[in-house]
């Protein structure tokens, strides 16, 4: 029975001499791809059941362009055209500007290379700059970079811990380098995810189904959130020092490393997916943010004249935000621990 011709057909199963099955394929189907008898085909046995086939030939990679004119771009905008043609999935980008106008555009490309992986000049001229990608989709597997975000984010907090305990400022100065690296990641994994999403051999490769690729996408985004506000702590310690000592061994900074350790355990969740564990480190959080609301409370009630209060009340919201981006941190893992639970049934 066809159900519709260009979409999907309903064809039954042949057994062909005892221990193999056969299924016909739709005569429009194998035209379109110019397939000929005994001509090659690719088939992938998708965690949902279903079978995906693919011709042969049709398993070369396809490159993706963008073109960007300058003269049809807002002001300023080049930047931001270059980072969403490079989360898309484009392999390849061309910039047309006019003569005079090049040392105007460098400025924004070399922001935009410094921003991203992989991505490097192919060619330059005088009014136009072709940048091409150098990397597969599928080289740097999500753990891998999730784990790099996490390496950077604690490692900033422990920096602070370890200045507000008394060493020295040095600790902080490259914080702008490690925000960045953290951003650059977030971006490398959302080009990732969009790719999977449209490929099915990048996916393959990266040994994912769609919805995880979505939720690696989701635990990247909580991680980089929880390093702006790491970021806003280090600059702020680092520019004005005396918050040290009116912070250390006091509320807000002794939920830190509270923090920490809930993040580590969560991380570790990744993989093993405890339920009693993840919802323990989830609970511990809360009581955190419990904790700094109220000490905001009594700042505001009762030391409205501390000159600190400012410092004191922006930190402490800071750590606040990084407890509930670590939540929900743990809120993706408990849905992607759910969703590989789902029973199936007809």
Same mark, same amino acid.
């Given at each position: 029975?066809?159900?519709?011709?260009?979409?999907?057909?309903?064809?039954?199963?042949?057994?062909?001499?005892?221990?193999?099955?056969?299924?016909?394929?739709?005569?429009?189907?194998?035209?379109?791809?110019?397939?000929?008898?005994?001509?090659?085909?690719?088939?992938?046995?998708?965690?949902?059941?279903?079978?995906?086939?693919?011709?042969?030939?049709?398993?070369?990679?396809?490159?993706?362009?963008?073109?960007?004119?300058?003269?049809?771009?807002?002001?300023?905008?080049?930047?931001?055209?270059?980072?969403?043609?490079?989360?898309?999935?484009?392999?390849?980008?061309?910039?047309?500007?006019?003569?005079?106008?090049?040392?105007?555009?460098?400025?924004?490309?070399?922001?935009?290379?410094?921003?991203?992986?992989?991505?490097?000049?192919?060619?330059?001229?005088?009014?136009?700059?072709?940048?091409?990608?150098?990397?597969?989709?599928?080289?740097?597997? !999500?753990?891998? @970079? /999730?784990? %790099? *975000?996490?390496?950077?984010?604690?490692? &900033?907090?422990?920096? +602070?811990?370890?200045?507000? =305990?008394?060493?020295?400022?040095?600790?902080?100065?490259?914080?702008?380098?490690?925000?960045?690296?953290?951003?650059?990641?977030?971006?490398?994994?959302?080009?990732?995810?969009?790719?999977?999403?449209?490929?099915?051999?990048?996916?393959?490769?990266?040994?994912?189904?769609?919805?995880?690729?979505?939720?690696?996408?989701? !635990?990247?985004? @909580? /991680?980089? %959130? *929880?390093?702006?506000?790491?970021?806003? &702590?280090?600059?702020? +310690?680092?520019?004005?020092? =005396?918050?040290?000592?009116?912070?250390?061994?006091?509320?807000?900074?002794?939920?830190?490393?509270?923090?920490?350790?809930?993040?580590?355990?969560?991380?570790?969740?990744?993989?093993?997916?405890?339920?009693?564990?993840?919802?323990?480190?989830?609970?511990?959080?809360?009581?955190?943010?419990?904790?700094?609301?109220?000490?905001?409370?009594?700042? /505001?009630?009762?030391?409205?004249?501390?000159?600190?209060?400012?410092?004191?009340?922006?930190?402490?919201?800071?750590?606040?935000?990084?407890?509930?981006?670590?939540?929900?941190?743990?809120?993706?893992?408990?849905?992607?621990?759910?969703?590989?639970?789902?029973?199936?049934?007809?």
């Amino acid at each position: 029975m066809v159900v519709n011709q260009s979409q999907q057909e309903v064809r039954k199963l042949q057994s062909t001499g005892g221990s193999t099955f056969t299924v016909s394929l739709p005569r429009p189907w194998v035209l379109k791809h110019d397939l000929q008898a005994r001509d090659s085909i690719r088939i992938d046995w998708r965690p949902s059941g279903a079978l995906r086939l693919t011709p042969f030939r049709n398993l070369k990679d396809i490159t993706h362009t963008a073109h960007f004119s300058t003269d049809q771009l807002p002001e300023g905008g080049l930047h931001d055209h270059l980072m969403g043609a490079y989360i898309s999935g484009a392999d390849s980008i061309t910039i047309s500007f006019n003569n005079d106008e090049r040392k105007k555009y460098s400025t924004q490309i070399r922001r935009f290379l410094r921003s991203t992986t992989g991505f490097e000049i192919y060619t330059e001229t005088d009014n136009k700059t072709e940048l091409m990608c150098m990397m597969n989709a599928g080289d740097m597997p !999500l753990h891998a @970079s /999730l784990n %790099r *975000m996490y390496l950077q984010v604690t490692a &900033l907090v422990r920096d +602070i811990v370890s200045v507000i =305990e008394g060493e020295d400022q040095e600790y902080l100065v490259d914080a702008t380098e490690r925000e960045n690296e953290v951003d650059a990641l977030l971006y490398l994994i959302e080009r990732q995810v969009r790719i999977s999403l449209e490929s099915h051999i990048v996916a393959s490769s990266l040994n994912i189904s769609r919805t995880q690729a979505l939720e690696y996408a989701n !635990l990247a985004r @909580s /991680l980089e %959130r *929880m390093m702006d506000h790491s970021y806003s &702590l280090a600059t702020m +310690i680092y520019e004005i020092p =005396e918050i040290t000592s009116n912070i250390a061994g006091k509320q807000p900074f002794q939920s830190l490393k509270i923090w920490q350790e809930s993040l580590k355990e969560l991380m570790i969740n990744i993989r093993t997916r405890d339920s009693f564990r993840i919802e323990e480190a989830r609970i511990n959080l809360k009581e955190i943010q419990k904790t700094l609301i109220s000490h905001e409370k009594d700042l /505001l009630s009762n030391h409205r004249t501390n000159k600190w209060i400012t410092f004191d009340f922006t930190i402490s919201e800071s750590i606040r935000r990084l407890c509930a981006y670590a939540r929900d941190f743990g809120e993706i893992l408990l849905n992607m621990k759910i969703h590989s639970e789902l029973i199936q049934s007809n």
